[in-house]
């Protein structure tokens, strides 16, 4: 078995943990990459970059995108020349990819593509890391980063032209897979058909092998997309995602119940889109409080009886989102969305104690109640009143199980101190 063709989570851990190989197989993408390789050079060494980075999370950004002091003074790095190879690439795919969906080459092409696109996101990812890390710090002191200032605005500018790009191309793709082909005559489109993502024409153009919802590309477009737009403060690409908002909770709608799960990366998209007025009407309009709200509140009640750590993480992002969204809103949170407070008020604090982003994201949730409530007009607060009661009992009974952590008994004594004042 080839190591680097594994994709589950099971296949993932029978991989050795820090293999002598490792070094071997990054020192011969430097070479491939250094080689001005041919279009299959470029494929192998794409694929290959992207399976080391999802394989060993900690010891392949370090050789991929990190120097040790052996880059002359006269020559780019080879993290800039990799990952603008890359964006290259992508810019100059993505335009004419849409016609060829249903052609033999696309399957090799969107592999090839949505690799470049997790090797991007990964870079970003390290470029943040380091960036907010100490350079003090002895981990950081043994392998240097060497991009300069100068290459590193290239960079960003080359990330923010191909993210724009992107934006245009999943809108497209998108509209073609739920609207039609592109120039077909409206009037074509008489019949609906009702489905997960609402009523849709029924004359539409997709991948025949795999819709848009199921396409691998799709995901690691639409995750590359959201690291960018919440880690860069580029308000041109923010509204030209905010387009897409649509698209990005049509696809949260569909959960885990289908082959990938863009759940976890349409939430740190909004996370970026909502920083704008624009952004965050895109998303009530589109039924995101509804979306991500109803999904909160289920994993609050699984929480009762099923301490699960990946669906309590995306809880911690939902609340983040909603939390913005909510002390945005103008002169108060709207009547539907108190909801979540009669919901919470009625939850069961479970009776054992709990893995730490477990109780994270139920005091999480305690926070955006308290903000639902103390922003609400008198009137409002005064309807709530037996709600806001409940909801302080809940946080006393969650203060008594959570010790040891200071920020989460913090944020706990805040929920007390602003509810009690409101009863």
Not at 167 to 179: C, G, K, M, Q
Not at 347 to 362: A, L, M, R, T
Not at 379 to 389: E, L, P
Request: proline fraction near 4%; charge should be negative.
């Amino acid at each position: 078995m080839n190591p680097l063709k594994t994709n589950t989570h099971q296949d993932l851990q029978i991989l050795p943990h820090d293999p002598k190989w490792l070094p071997a197989i990054s020192k011969f993408i430097r070479q491939l990459v250094a080689s001005r390789p041919t279009s299959a050079g470029r494929t192998a060494f794409t694929n290959l970059s992207a399976a080391l980075l999802e394989a060993y999370h900690s010891q392949a950004p370090r050789l991929l995108f990190a120097e040790k002091g052996e880059t002359k003074s006269s020559d780019n790095p080879f993290s800039y020349l990799l990952i603008n190879l890359l964006l290259v690439d992508l810019r100059a795919t993505l335009p004419t990819l849409l016609e060829t969906l249903n052609s033999p080459e696309y399957s090799e092409t969107s592999r090839r593509l949505a690799s470049a696109f997790n090797v991007v996101s990964h870079f970003i990812g390290y470029l943040v890391r380091y960036l907010d890390s100490d350079l003090d710090d002895s981990s950081s002191s043994a392998i240097q980063w060497v991009i300069s200032p100068d290459l590193l605005l290239k960079l960003r500018k080359a990330i923010s032209e191909t993210m724009s790009l992107t934006t245009e191309y999943l809108r497209d793709r998108w509209d073609a897979a739920v609207s039609g082909a592109l120039g077909l005559h409206p009037d074509a489109r008489t019949t609906k058909v009702h489905s997960d993502f609402g009523a849709r024409h029924t004359v539409a153009w997709d991948s025949a092998s795999d819709n848009a919802p199921e396409d691998a590309l799709i995901l690691a477009a639409v995750r590359a997309l959201a690291i960018w737009l919440r880690e860069d403060d580029n308000d041109t690409l923010r509204k030209e995602a905010t387009g897409l908002a649509d698209m990005l909770l049509d696809l949260y709608r569909v959960g885990g119940r289908g082959k990938l799960d863009f759940r976890r990366a349409v939430l740190v998209a909004f996370e970026g889109i909502i920083v704008s007025k624009h952004g965050i009407s895109a998303f009530l309009e589109h039924g995101g409080w509804e979306a991500l709200a109803t999904d909160l509140l289920s994993i609050l009640e699984q929480s009762s009886t099923v301490s699960d750590e990946n669906e309590a993480a995306r809880g911690v992002e939902i609340v983040r989102v909603l939390l913005q969204v909510a002390e945005a809103e103008r002169p108060g949170p709207r009547e539907a969305w108190m909801d979540v407070v009669t919901r919470v008020a009625a939850w069961w604090v479970p009776d054992e104690k709990q893995p730490s982003i477990v109780e994270e994201c139920q005091v999480a949730v305690l926070q955006l109640v308290t903000a639902l409530v103390a922003n609400s007009h008198p009137g409002m607060q005064k309807r709530y009143v037996h709600s806001t009661s409940a909801v302080v009992g809940i946080a006393e009974q969650l203060r008594g199980k959570i010790k040891g952590d200071a920020g989460l008994e913090e944020a706990l004594e805040d929920v007390l101190v602003t509810l009690s004042k409101l009863r």
